[in-house]
């Protein structure tokens, strides 16, 4: 793999796995302003929306982890792609719908009038986000990554040429 493409993706694993861990941080201690968050799309019913809410900071903490330590890279990356694809479509959702709220990525969430405005650079953002995620599931290993230590392939005696 070319040297600089795995320095990018380490910068991209870092910066990506940095944000889950502090927008999971500031919610999972405020369970219910995560699930007043998810309810304020007014995409999920009730029920759902509340385990949703319950769940994703905890979801996020721990593709944050995996994303900073660089272990399981490749499949954290993937959820994270995937989140990033429905917190897009959370947010084009609402400012389709001219729901006016807080989108809740960093704890709150909510009503909160004028915040259209700040739609198109939560999206962006998000879109960011996304496209960083998925440069890591490209890449696959990336610098500095557990990765690397923990699932390194190992010649074998066999594979060296021992006849074993």
């Known amino acids: 793999m070319n040297g600089t493409l795995a320095w990018v993706g380490l910068l991209a694993r870092l910066v990506t796995g940095g944000v889950w861990l502090v927008a999971g941080a500031l919610k999972i201690t405020e369970p219910d302003a995560s699930i007043n968050a998810v309810r304020a799309y007014q995409l999920l019913p009730s029920s759902l929306a509340e385990a949703v809410g319950l769940a994703l900071p905890g979801i996020e903490v721990v593709i944050g982890l995996a994303l900073v330590v660089g272990v399981f890279t490749r499949g954290a990356a993937v959820l994270s792609a995937l989140l990033f694809a429905a917190f897009i479509i959370g947010i084009a959702s609402v400012w389709a719908r001219g729901i006016e709220i807080d989108c809740g990525c960093f704890g ?7 915040a259209s405005s700040a739609y198109p650079w939560e999206i962006a953002r998000d879109a960011a986000l996304l ?25 074998t005696g066999a594979a060296e040429g021992d006849g074993n």
């Not at 709150?108 to 004028?114: E, I, K, L, Q």
């Not at 890591?136 to 699932?151: G, Q």
Request: proline share 6%.
């Open 108 to 114: 709150g969430g909510g009503a909160d009038p004028g």
């Open 131 to 155: 496209a960083a995620s998925v440069l890591v599931v490209w890449v696959r290993r990336t610098r500095l990554a557990l990765d690397s230590v923990l699932f390194e392939p190992r010649a």
